[in-house]
């Protein structure tokens, strides 16, 4: 990984073989973000794509294996359990090696695992505070934890 800061936004770029989600975790929690928005493209080899059922209160997840673009990467940085928590859902199309009549069509979902295939270019910018995430009684997801706010 290499990245470069100016003023409250990072640019970084991760490198072949990185997993997307645990990197930027651990960029995170080396630069202190607990409250940012992201947003990126790049490419991946293989992701590990899920998402809610409320059904069965859990994530139903898909593998993918072969050349993907990431049409668009979209997240958050918030703090859960006391350490920096990437929230990144992800756009992909390119080429399935399991389903190779899909090809080009795009497929999305929460980003559970993404390897790096040549790069990928993230926008990271911090929102100066940090936002906390709260498993509410009786919710199996941990949920953003707003304050109440009042105007004037």
Known sequence: ?????????FVVRLEQGEDIVPALNA???EQAVTGAVLHGIGAVKEATLGY????????VRRDFRGEFEIVNLAGNVTVLEGKPFVH????????????PADDFKAVGGH????IISATAEIIITSIGAAIRRTKL???TLA??????????
């Open 1 to 9: 990984m290499k990245f470069t800061r100016f003023d409250n936004t």
């Open 27 to 29: 960029f995170c929690a």
């Open 52 to 59: 809610y059922s409320l059904e069965k209160e859990e994530y």
């Open 88 to 99: 990144a859902h992800v756009a992909l199309a390119g080429r399935d090696e399991q389903r």
């Open 111 to 114: 980003l559970f695992r993404g």
């Open 137 to 139: 009684p009786g919710a």
């Open 143 to 152: 949920l953003i934890d707003l304050p109440q706010h009042r105007n004037g």
